[in-house]
């Protein structure tokens, strides 16, 4: 892979292609994105998806819908630069007040949602 100027484009490519159609009941409404190294110290490829609100009245996205979001941008990915690192990302709701979001810039709030018990 190229240097950062290439990297932003190829950013830039991927977010085109998420905007493009939507993933059960999500829409991607903007992506940002920044190669950055992991804890582990290799690179990774960091996704900031602002996604559409969730459906009704529901707390979150569909986990299903959450999979095919993130299959279809590690597949992109890849179709893009084969070369780029694994991809890491973070999904946060279109509104501000939106429960996910914890006002932090964190996706605490969502990761709560995620693993809550349905049961519960």
């Not at 996704?47 to 299903?64: C, V």
């Not at 590690?74 to 973070?90: C, I, K, S, Y």
Request: hydrophobic residues 40%; without cysteine; proline residues 5%.
């Amino acid at each position: 892979m190229a240097g950062r100027a290439a990297a932003a484009e190829e950013i830039r490519q991927i977010a085109d292609k998420l905007k493009a159609r939507k993933y059960g009941s999500i829409r991607v409404v903007d992506v940002d994105g920044e190669l950055a190294i992991d804890q582990d110290g290799d690179a990774v490829l960091r996704l900031r998806l602002t996604l559409s609100d969730p459906p009704g009245d529901d707390a979150t996205w569909s986990l299903d819908d959450v999979d095919a979001l993130q299959q279809e941008a590690q597949r992109l990915v890849g179709e893009v630069d084969a070369e780029l690192p694994f991809v890491v990302t973070e999904l946060y709701p279109e509104s501000p007040d939106s429960e996910e979001d914890t006002g932090d810039g964190s996706a605490d709030g969502l990761s709560r949602a995620l693993d809550a018990d349905p049961e519960s």
